[in-house]
């Protein structure tokens, strides 16, 4: 089982990137998929959660509306569109899989090995 997270870079403050999330070894139909994000010197915080069955999503208060995670089973990929984006954005992006919807990290079963996020003021 295997989460491979890219498209991470440097971008200017208001700019655009999409992460994406590959999975091997596994579906990501077959779980809830989440972004969390940890910056220099804190926690590693939840950012968005896709469920399994219905597609709900959910977002952290500071990217909602910013934010979108959607998913491509046929790529077998989880993405994270991000917009809009803040210097507040910059950390260290990592998907992860769950067995239950949940934005707890605790919960989720399965990581990526994160990719580089840096927005410039």
């Known amino acids: 089982v295997q989460l491979q997270a890219s498209g991470g870079g440097l971008v200017q403050t208001g700019g655009s990137l999409r992460l994406s999330c590959e999975a091997s070894?596994?579906?990501?139909?077959?779980?809830?998929m989440g972004w969390f994000r940890q910056a220099p010197g804190k926690e590693r915080e939840f950012v968005a959660a896709?469920?399994?069955?219905?597609?709900?999503?959910h977002y952290a208060d500071s990217v909602k509306g910013r934010f979108t995670i959607s998913r491509d089973g046929i790529k077998n990929t989880v993405y994270l569109q991000m917009d809009s984006l803040k210097p507040e954005d910059t950390a260290v992006y990592y998907c992860?899989?769950?067995?239950?919807?949940?934005?707890?990290?605790?919960?989720?079963?399965?990581w990526g090995q994160g990719t580089q996020v840096t927005v410039s003021s």
């Open positions: 992860a899989a769950t067995s239950h919807y949940d934005i707890r990290s605790e919960t989720y079963n399965y």
């Open positions: 896709i469920s399994r069955s219905d597609g709900r999503s």
């Open positions: 070894g596994f579906t990501v139909d077959e779980y809830a």
